[in-house]
């Protein structure tokens, strides 16, 4: 039998960074060919490294490694796009770290998965062309509890699959989706939302990245696609993401730009 390959090539994005010791890093890369692995970049940060800028947050580029005991080695790196749109920006800076996180946090190690690595390139690909990053976040999140075989349903109820009659339109994170108060009690769990963020959450589960462009919405629909689906997420990952926090921090003092302008 041949001798599996020590060296290999991987288009990526990088989710995390770590420093380690005074030169080294140790990046989170999440690859098309091969899912989310580790890899240390030795002397990436000392001065004038070739590989300093491929080794930052949200890079996109193309990798080779090699193969090794523990982590496997970044020997070379050609990035291919930095985004710098949103490092410029504390808000879009969060929301792509955000979209990062939740990657890291909800994929298994070498579980390649095309169709989510392209979501999550065109997500950043959106934040840097200036789409609203909230509207970026809703979509990315629910493509990707759908590529993850958790789509919830919004039609039906998942109780007794038939379409509720209630005025009130009632969502159970846990349940993953709508339910009706005419087949049992409702869960405890149960976020009311109204029409309009039905409509868009539904839009956000079959829009192509192309048609968030020019999607702008009131502030009530987003506190309520926010609240919803960032309850529904947390019950998949049974906890939070811990960026989420930052975003809410930004939100409650203002817009990002009105951040760097204090600092």
């Not at 298994?108 to 997500?123: C, I």
Request: aromatic fraction near 8%.
């Amino acid at each position: 039998m041949a001798e599996a390959a020590r060296t290999y090539r991987a288009t990526a994005i990088v989710l995390r960074r770590i420093n380690i010791g005074e030169t080294d890093r140790v990046v989170t890369l999440y690859t098309r060919e091969r899912g989310k692995l580790s890899g240390i970049a030795k002397g990436a940060r000392k001065h004038l490294s070739k590989l300093a800028g491929a080794t930052e947050l949200f890079t996109y580029g193309r990798y080779f490694l090699g193969v090794g005991r523990e982590l496997d080695v970044i020997t070379q790196a050609e990035v291919k796009e930095s985004f710098p749109g949103i490092r410029r920006d504390l808000k879009r800076i969060a929301h792509a770290t955000y979209i990062s996180e939740l990657v890291n946090s909800m994929v298994e190690e070498r579980e390649a998965n095309y169709d989510l690595f392209d979501t999550l390139l065109s997500s950043l690909y959106m934040l840097e062309g200036g789409v609203d990053p909230e509207i970026v976040a809703r979509h990315f999140e629910l493509q990707m509890m759908s590529l993850m075989g958790y789509r919830p349903e919004l039609d039906t109820c998942l109780r007794c699959d038939k379409q509720p009659s209630d005025e009130e339109i009632a969502f159970s994170p846990s349940l993953g989706g709508r339910v009706c108060g005419e087949c049992g009690p409702l869960p405890d769990d149960v976020i009311y939302l109204s029409n309009d963020t039905l409509d868009v959450m539904r839009f956000l589960l079959s829009a192509e990245p192309q048609a968030l462009k020019d999607l702008h919405l009131p502030p009530d629909v987003k506190e309520e696609l926010f609240r919803a689906i960032r309850w529904y997420v947390r019950y998949r990952l049974d906890k939070d993401v811990k960026s989420s926090e930052f975003i809410q921090a930004l939100a409650a003092v203002g817009t990002g730009e009105e951040l760097q302008a204090e600092e």
